[in-house]
């Protein structure tokens, strides 16, 4: 089942959603949306598990 991420889950203003088929997929795509508007700097093993806990099953 594809995954879906909502940005909005984590609290900001951000309305970027992002799906994929696969947890693993989806997140290198967070990781690079995070870079590109969060000014993130790679993510640490606690931001990933909060990552992972926001992803859902698309319906
Ligand atoms: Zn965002």
Redesign the pocket.
Known sequence: MAKVFN?KDFG?E?N?KCRAETVDELMRKIVK??TI??NMRGMSETMQKKVRATIRDAT
């Open positions: 940005c900001g951000c970027w949306h995070g508007k969060h």
